[in-house]
């Protein structure tokens, strides 16, 4: 795979070319000072939650069969797998828009964690222990499929370097090669996208319909709004391994277009 580069002025290798963070506002009502409970809480699994994570990993197979089952064919003597595309952002910044539309150029899995948690949390609370359960079984799946030599695209919020070190090391022990793309966008589209979705999620749509009709296998899953963006933006860490970087204010072909062609190299 080919280094990323600034082609196009939409994809940045350099981990400086990150928007820097914004210090949230005591006392102002856009950006609380109460932690955002399970939204911010580390997401390294415990060791002791591992067998437990397992049997939800398996969970996950099940409920994920038919898409599991349409997996691309492993080749074994491509040196191109196994492959882990990781997204990183805040939400509304089109991490989970932009892995549906790379999914329809390049053959692989998406595993996003606002489906897995709605798999198995239906009702969610987004507490601590809920978010290790979520991130936990998360983890295992990917590393499964990794071994099975599935390409898989995990799509998750991972802000911090704590957050995306469980995933660092499944590239290491599953020997895959790591594409780390960091998302962003202006904070007013932000808002508006997110504003969006909670006008949907007003009016009694589920959160689960199909968000547009560009890439027919998005679907928005998350549940995050203006308020959980707020609590959150402060604690953003930019990715310390290079990583390509992607502002989703921009027409995004191109920058598919081009990872799709670094992938492929």
Known sequence: MGKAGAGNGRILSEAS?????????????????????????????PSQNRVAGVADAAALRQALHEELNRAPPVSAGSPSLPL????????????????????????CIVLGSDRLRKILAPQPRYTRGEHSRIFTAAHCLLEQLLTEGCPVIFDATNLTERARQPLYDIADRTGAQLLLIKFSAPEALIRQRLARRGERQAAGLSSNL????????YTDW??????????????????????CTVDSSCDIAPTVAEIARLIGE
């Open 17 to 45: 070319e990150v928007e820097a963070i914004e210090p949230k506002r005591p006392g102002s009502p856009d950006r609380p000072d109460r932690p955002a409970r399970g939204w911010d809480a580390p997401e390294q699994p």
């Open 84 to 107: 882990l595309i990781v997204l990183c952002g805040l939400p509304g910044t089109g991490k989970s828009y932009f892995a549906a539309a790379l999914a329809s150029r390049v053959p």
């Open 210 to 217: 199909p968000s547009c009709t560009d890439w027919p296998n």
């Open 222 to 243: 998350s549940d995050a709004d203006w308020r959980i963006y707020c609590r959150l933006r402060p604690g953003e860490e930019p990715p310390q391994r290079p990583h």
